[in-house]
C-alpha cells in the first residue's frame, strides 16, 4: 500500500511535468508535423512507462496478480513494524509449516489456534507509514499548481494551443504572424441591394501600409480610415459573398458576407371598378399606386412579389392583409374618400422592408345644376311658360315639379318631366300643362333635379318658386272674348290708319296738279 501511495504521488507530478514540458517544447520551436509526430509517440511512451510502474505495477502485488515475498520474509518485515508479535508470528509459522508436512497432532492444532488469536487483535493498518509519504507530497502539488497558474493568469492559451497542436500532429500549422487581420463589423450580414461597407483592423507588432481584399478573382485596395484601420463599400449585394484581406503577404482566413433576400415586387397594378351608374369601363393602372378616382370606386391591388411571406396595406387608421396565392397578392377595397397609403412587405427574417407610399384622391359627385326663367316677350307665348336648363357632371336621372297651393307646401304635389338622361339637357314648361289642378286657385311650384348618384340616394338641386293662379272656364271664355275684342280693335284701328293715310295721298296729288297749272 506504502508503494501504491508513493506511487500515485509519483505518477501525478512525473506525468504533469512531462505533459508541460512537451507543451512548452512545441510552443517555443512550433515544430513541424514530423517533429510533433515524435514528440507525440514519445509522450504516450513515457506516460504508459509511469503508469505502470507507479500505479499497476503495486496494484499487481496488491491483488497478488504478482508472486510477491514469501511469508518467512513477510513476517520479518511485520516483525521490524510491530516487535511485540515477532517471535508469536515466526512460531506461527513454524507450527503452521508442520502442519503443512503432515505432522497431525491434536495438540500441535491446538497449539496453531492459541498463536493465531493472540495475533488477530494486531492492527496491521499501522505499518503503512504516512509520516514517510508526505516527503512527496510536493511532487504532485507542485506540477498541479503550475498548471493551475496559466489559467489563472490568462494564459491558458499556450496549454491549449500547444496540446492542439500535439493532438493533431499530422496537419500543418503555421507559425503565428507578425500581426492578424480582425473584422470590427459586429456581423457579416446584409439585406440584398444595400450597400456594406466592411471595417477592419489589425492587431500585433507592426501595422501593414496597405490592405487588399480579395474577392472571388478579383483584388481591391481597402481605404485607410486611420493607422491600422481599413473599410470597403460591398455595393449592393445580391448574393453571399466569400472573400479575405491580405497585407504585407499575411492573409486573413476566408469569411463569408451573408446576404439576406429582402421581399421585392416584381409585377404591381391597380385595377379601378368605377360606379356602375358612371357607365365607365374598368381602368388597369400599372406600375403606379397613385391615381384620381370617382368616389365609390373599387380599388382591387395585385402585385406578383419574390421571397415575400406578407404584403400590408396601411393607411393610418387600419392595417389590411393582402391575400396571397403563391407568389401574387390581391386586396380589394372601396374608396370614399381621400386616402394616403402604404404598401408594406415582409418575410420571416425583415419587417416591413418595402414601404411604398401612394395616393388615391377622390372627385366627389358634384349635385346637380337648374336654371329656370320666365319665357322673354320676344318669344311672344303666354306669361305661364318657363325655359329650362339642367345639367350634371356624370348625367341625369329625372326632372320633377313640385306644385303646391300658395301658402300651403303641406300640399305639395310632385309631376315629372321627361328628359334625356345625358349630362345637359334643356325644356320648357307652361303651368299647369297637363297637372291635376284646381281652377281658380293660385300655386305656388319650382322645379327639382336629380343625378343619377346612386350611392348618394341621387343628389338633387331645386330651381326658384314661381307663382301662378289657374283660370276658370269662365275665366278663359272671357279672356278668349277680350281677345277677341283686342283682335278687332287693332284690325279696325287699322283700317283708320289706312283711310288716313290714302286721304293724305289724294290731298299730295291735288297740290301737286295745281303746281302745273301755275
Known sequence: MNELIRGTMFFIGLGLLYFLLTLFVEYFLWLKPMGRTILFWTFIVVEGYLLFRFILFPLFKLFKLQKGIGYNQASAIIGSHFAEVSDKLTNFLQLANLNEQQVKSEL?????????????????????????????????????????????????????????????????????????????????????????????????????????IFIDDESYFMESTKSGEFQFKMAKPSENILFHVEGNAISSPDYE?????????????????????????????????????????????????????????????????????????????????????????????????????????????????IIVNNAPDSLKVAKNYVLGQISDDYGLSKLQIVYYEREKPQTAKRGTIAIEKSAFDQFVFSFPSNLPVEQGVSYDYYFEVFDNDAIHNFKSTKSSVFSNRVSTDEEKEDQILQQQNDNINSLEKSLENQDKQISEMEKLQITGKEKENR
Do not use: C
Not at 507530497?137 to 490568462?154: E, Q, R
Open 257 to 369: 458576407l451573408k446576404v439576406i433576400t429582402v421581399p421585392s415586387i416584381a409585377n404591381f397594378e391597380m385595377q379601378l371598378n368605377f360606379p356602375s351608374y358612371l357607365n365607365i369601363k374598368q381602368e388597369t393602372i400599372k406600375g403606379t399606386g397613385n391615381a384620381v378616382i370617382p368616389e365609390g370606386t373599387r380599388v382591387t391591388w395585385k402585385m406578383s412579389t419574390q421571397a415575400t411571406q406578407n404584403v400590408e396595406w396601411m393607411d393610418g387608421i387600419s392595417k389590411d392583409a393582402f391575400s396571397k396565392t403563391e407568389n401574387s397578392f390581391i386586396l380589394s377595397k372601396n374608396i370614399v374618400q381621400n386616402t394616403d397609403y402604404q404598401i408594406l412587405t415582409s418575410h420571416e427574417k425583415v419587417k416591413n422592408y418595402e414601404k411604398l407610399n401612394y395616393q388615391l384622391t377622390i372627385v366627389k359627385d358634384q349635385f346637380p345644376t
Open 108 to 212: 500441535l492444532v491446538a497449539s496453531i489456534e492459541q498463536k493465531a488469536n493472540t495475533l488477530q487483535p494486531i492492527p496491521f493498518g499501522n505499518a503503512i507509514n504516512y509520516t514517510g509519504n508526505k516527503k512527496y507530497f510536493p511532487l504532485a502539488v507542485i506540477p498541479i499548481l503550475l498548471l493551475a497558474f496559466f489559467f489563472v493568469s490568462g494564459n491558458s492559451t499556450v496549454i491549449s494551443q500547444s496540446l492542439n497542436r500535439v493532438v493533431h500532429f499530422n496537419s500543418a500549422f503555421l507559425p503565428p504572424a507578425p500581426f492578424k487581420f480582425v473584422v470590427l463589423n459586429s456581423n457579416l450580414q446584409t439585406e440584398q441591394g444595400k450597400d456594406f461597407i466592411l471595417r477592419i483592423k489589425t492587431e500585433g507588432k507592426i501595422v501593414p501600409e496597405n490592405a487588399m
